[in-house]
């Protein structure tokens, strides 16, 4: 729901801007010179944002969430936290895959086919759908980790690998009923002129419905956008306030006789803590602009106040990409907090090369022993026989021929 301009910045589309850009409207401008700036700024933030930084941004999130999974799965790292944040870097994934394509396809060029604008609909829901579930894995593992922070008993029988996977369940289940409305906001239209079709996407009149515009929209703007900041901002800064004591602690801890492998255990802890915290904090920088945003783009659709409509559209490109920084940097986070993390990449980077390397060996040394049969003296001689073999039959065939034609002569 959140309002995204991903339009597809392409050879026509350059084209036609200087024929187009004096139609575009700028609703509190008076001034050609005005609306004609602000529709070179939109031109060129489209340009820069969807056809340079978001393919960058989003290849360089889909392969760190590939790692996050790769290394998340392993039967070393299975905590009810990891499995949350396995299925957030899941989730970012799919996020960023549908903000790619959508970020290419756009329903102002008609010149896609007809399977595209089917597409670009599903693809924004589906968009939305993960990028609500999310936002609530963040909201729920920051929970857990306040729970396990600051009451460790409790935490030890709440927050365990299958009770995180049924909430996992639970928040995707809920973020699918509260998008699947979304599924019925477009419609496909079909125009036919002069023998040939194209399509466009319309609003449906579900969507047009007042009770639909104010009521739906106002509950998943309280759903996915306020209450989440709201709860990360509240138990974050809880989070941040039991990191500073449990530093306190520890300072008078290492100072007696508790040392070794629970103070490691306890600083690997206080690292994990820290990294949550960190993404929240990434998180809630990332997000709040377009929070703000849609407060500002709700208040001047529901009161009828004239706004800027090409500035409404750059701040949209901004914050879109924001958000996809947000759904791309969280390898980094768990790289640079997690020794754990680190160890365990590097073990299956280094035992995917092995089983590379072993089975190029494999090859390698199949071929040479092959190679040594070949040239063994027991294929040499049966060589060197079959070679000798082929010359006394060429012998003899020759003495015959030789013998007819004495026959012939005479």
């Given amino acids: ?29 008076t001034q050609p010179s005005e609306s004609l700036s602000v529709s070179t700024s939109l031109f060129l933030t489209r340009l820069v944002v969807q056809s340079y930084l978001v393919p960058i941004v989003v290849a360089c999130g889909i392969v760190g969430n590939i790692f996050n999974i790769v290394v998340l799965i392993n039967p070393k790292m299975r905590t009810s936290t990891n499995v949350y944040l396995m299925s957030l870097a899941f989730s970012d994934s799919m996020y960023l895959l549908f903000c790619l394509t959508l970020s290419f396809l756009h329903c102002s060029n008609t ?28 909201v729920w593992f920051t929970l857990e980790r306040f729970v396990a922070v600051r009451m460790p008993m409790r935490g030890k029988a709440w927050c365990t690998v ?32 002069n023998n040939s079709v194209t399509y466009s996407c319309e609003t449906t009149p579900f969507a047009e419905t007042y009770s639909y515009q104010f009521g739906y929209y106002w509950w998943f703007v309280a759903i996915f956008t306020f209450t989440p900041l709201i709860l990360l901002a509240v138990f974050n800064s809880l989070l941040i306030k039991s990191v500073w004591q449990a530093n306190r602690k520890r300072q008078i801890l290492s100072q007696t006789r508790l040392t070794g492998e629970v103070q490691k255990q306890n600083k ?89 390397t072993t089975n190029q060996d494999s090859v390698i040394a199949i071929y040479s022993s092959y190679h040594r049969k070949s040239n063994s003296p027991t294929s040499t001689l049966m060589t060197s026989t079959g070679s000798s073999c082929r010359s006394r039959m060429l012998e003899i065939s020759a003495v015959k021929r030789g013998n007819m034609m004495k026959v012939q002569r005479v």
């Avoid at 299958?162 to 477009?186: Q, Y």
């Avoid at 914050?319 to 907090?337: D, G, H, P």
């Fill in 268 to 356: 690997e802890q206080h690292r994990v803590t820290l990294m949550l915290i960190s993404v929240v904090l990434i998180f809630l920088v990332c997000q709040t602009p377009q929070a703000a945003l849609l407060i500002y783009y709700s208040y001047v659709e529901g009161t009828n106040t004239p706004y800027a409509t090409d500035t409404v559209r750059i701040l949209g490109n901004i914050c879109n990409l924001l958000v996809q920084i947000n759904a791309s940097v969280n390898f980094l986070l768990y790289s640079y907090f997690s020794s754990k993390f680190r160890k365990t990449f590097k073990h299956v980077i280094c035992a995917c090369w092995k089983k590379k």
């Fill in 1 to 29: 729901m959140a309002s995204s301009d991903m339009s597809v910045v392409n050879i026509d589309m350059i084209e036609n801007f200087t024929v187009h850009q004096e139609t575009v409207q700028y609703v509190n401008s």
């Fill in 162 to 193: 299958n009770k995180a996977k049924v909430a996992i369940l639970v928040i995707f289940a809920a973020s699918l009923i509260n998008t699947f409305p979304e599924f019925f906001e477009t419609q496909i239209v079909a125009t036919y002129v």
């Fill in 111 to 138: 010149s896609l086919p007809r399977e595209a604008f089917m597409y670009i609909p599903h693809a924004k829901v589906l968009s939305d759908l993960f990028g609500n579930t999310a936002v609530w894995l963040t």
